[in-house]
C-alpha cells in the first residue's frame, strides 16, 4: 500500500481509539484492578498480563482477569463495579499521551478535520483521561462503552460517533491499535490506520496502514504532500 490513503478519498473525519493509540494507560488500569483483586483475595495482575487484556471494556478486562487466576467469572460484575470506582479516582495518575498524538490532534483540529474517540472506556472516564492529557479542546465527539451504542467490535458505537461528527463512514479514518479496532472498522466500512506502540500485536492485523509515528499522520492521510 503506498504511503497515503487514496487521496480521491481524502478525510473528513478522523476517530481515534484511546487506550493503545492515544493513551498508554496500563498503569492505572493495573492499579486499579490489583485493589479489587486484593479485595476478592486473589492476588493481583503485572503490568504485562493487564496489557494482554487491554481493548474490551471494563466487563472483558474483569472477565480476563478471573481467567487467569482460574477464579469464579460469576465475580466478574461486582468486581467490575467495583474496578470502575477505583479506577474513577485516578483515571490519569500514571497515564501518558503516545509522544506527538496530542500536537497531531489538535493540528488535525486547527485544519478543520473533525476529530472523534471512539472506545470501550467509559465516557465519564475517558473525558477525565482526554482533560488530563490535553486532548479535550480538541475532541468534538466522544462515544464510550457506556453511551448506549453498546461495545466494539459492534459497528455502532464507531457509526454513532461519525454520525455526532456530521460524517460519513465513506469520508472517515479510524485509528486504532487492537483487532478490536480493525474488526469494528471493517464492519463500519470504515479505513483504518494501526499504531503498532499499543496492546495489539500489529503483525497479526491487516489494516490499511501503519502509523508508526504519529507526525506522519497528516501524510498518511493525503492532507500534505510528502517532502
Request: with cysteine; proline share 7%.
Amino acid at each position: 500500500m503506498s504511503p497515503a490513503l487514496s487521496r480521491a478519498r481524502l478525510p473528513h473525519a478522523v476517530v481515534f481509539d484511546l487506550d493503545g493509540t492515544l493513551v498508554d494507560s496500563v498503569a492505572d488500569v493495573a492499579a486499579a484492578l490489583a485493589g479489587v483483586l486484593r479485595e476478592a483475595g486473589i492476588h493481583p495482575l503485572s503490568e504485562d498480563e493487564v496489557r494482554g487484556l487491554m481493548g474490551h471494556g471494563a466487563p472483558g478486562l474483569l472477565r480476563g482477569a478471573l481467567r487467569l487466576r482460574r477464579c469464579d467469572a460469576t465475580e466478574a460484575a461486582w468486581m467490575t463495579r467495583r474496578f470502575l470506582d477505583r479506577y474513577a479516582a485516578a483515571p490519569a495518575a500514571h497515564s501518558t499521551a503516545y509522544p506527538g498524538a496530542v500536537e497531531t490532534v489538535a493540528a488535525l483540529a486547527a485544519a478543520g478535520i473533525p476529530i472523534g474517540i471512539c472506545t470501550n472506556k467509559a465516557a465519564w472516564t475517558a473525558r477525565a483521561v482526554l482533560r488530563a492529557l490535553g486532548f479535550a479542546p480538541h475532541v468534538g465527539a466522544l462515544v464510550g462503552g457506556d453511551s448506549g451504542h453498546g461495545m466494539k467490535p459492534d459497528p455502532a458505537p464507531l457509526l454513532a460517533c461519525i454520525a455526532e461528527l456530521g460524517a460519513t463512514p465513506e469520508d472517515t479514518v479510524y485509528v486504532g491499535d487492537h483487532h478490536v479496532d480493525i474488526t469494528t472498522a471493517r464492519a463500519a466500512g470504515v479505513r483504518v490506520l494501526a499504531v503498532p506502540f499499543g496492546y495489539g500485536d500489529v503483525a497479526m492485523l491487516e489494516p490499511d496502514g501503519i502509523l508508526a509515528d504519529y507526525a506522519a499522520l497528516p501524510e498518511m492521510l493525503g492532507l500534505v504532500e510528502a517532502g
